[in-house]
Nanobody, 126 residues
Framework: QVQLVESGGGWVQPVGSLRLSCVASGLTLEHYAVGWFRQVPGKEREAVSCVSGRDSERFTYYAEPVKGRFTISRDNAKNMVYLQMNNLKFEDTGVYHC?????????????????WGQGTQVTVSS
């Protein structure tokens, strides 16, 4: 059974930083593309950042609003993916989910992802 568990969310003031973690069990993350998605009430989940799997040309995707502030990375030995979030803004607030698509190339459409974590809340507030 595949399970994804996120951690690292919390409350932070603007311009602060957080690092989100996603650990997987039941599959080997490095083979597959992994995405971080944000959901806010009344809106659909949107891709924040995605990274390709081992069998594709290395590629990372960042949504325009987070470019230069967020960094996605992997630790294959730990079967984990991270999202380093710097210079956080009010509009970054939301529940952040990691997700896995059973293919190696990057996908930004959340409906194509096969496995999801429960999410971790990020609140940026003064």
């Amino acid at each position: 059974q595949v399970q994804l568990v996120e951690s690292g969310g919390g409350w932070v003031q603007p311009v602060g930083s957080l690092r989100l973690s996603c650990v997987a069990s039941g599959l080997t993350l490095e083979h597959y593309a992994v995405g971080w998605f944000r959901q806010v009430p009344g809106k659909e989940r949107e891709a924040v950042s995605c990274v390709s799997g081992r069998d594709s040309e290395r590629f990372t995707y960042y949504a325009e609003p987070v470019k230069g502030r967020f960094t996605i990375s992997r630790d294959n030995a730990k079967n984990m993916v991270y999202l380093q979030m710097n210079n956080l803004k009010f509009e970054d607030t939301g529940v952040y989910h990691c997700a896995v698509v059973i293919k190696s190339s990057v996908v930004v459409d959340p409906y194509e992802y096969h496995y999801w974590g429960q999410g971790t809340q990020v609140t940026v507030s003064s």
